[in-house]
């Protein structure tokens, strides 16, 4: 191979990323030219009802800095943790023909397990909004 063209000489262990820097580079242009574009083609034309804290119509009842009480953050986090393992339910139940009496054992032992999970945050009290 003719070194006498190369970008970097003789340390040829370069131009195998040489391909990595171009892309890196493409895609940083593209996002900032992307930004650009869209700062220069945007309308700006700011209404009072949109630039209210809330879009909805109904003025803000309270403060925007006001503390929730943590049983909100109690009962969504309950409620991520039960929506995301009744997702596993979906692939069982496509396969559910394939894999017999074992697979079936095993997603009434995890359905049981996510009910007694259930049972518990019911009797600690963790469902009620008051």
């Known amino acids: 191979m003719d070194t006498s063209l ?25 996002a900032i030219g992307t930004l650009i574009f869209s700062y220069l083609v945007r309308p700006n034309k700011p209404d009072p009802e949109k630039l209210s804290p809330y879009e909805c119509g109904i003025p803000p009842m309270m403060d925007a ?40 054992v095993e997603m009434m032992l995890f359905i049981a397990i996510l009910l007694v999970g259930y049972i518990y945050a019911w009797r600690k009290g963790a469902l009620e909004w008051e």
Do not use: C, T
């Open 6 to 30: 190369s970008l970097f000489g003789d340390y040829q262990v370069i131009h195998n990323y040489l391909p990595i820097l171009v892309f890196i580079i493409f895609a940083f242009a593209f």
């Open 65 to 104: 800095r006001e503390r929730f009480s943590i049983r909100f953050f109690i009962i969504a986090m309950l409620f991520l943790l039960f929506d995301v393992e009744v997702v596993f339910l979906y692939p069982w139940a496509v396969v559910y023909n394939k894999i017999g009496l074992y697979g079936f």
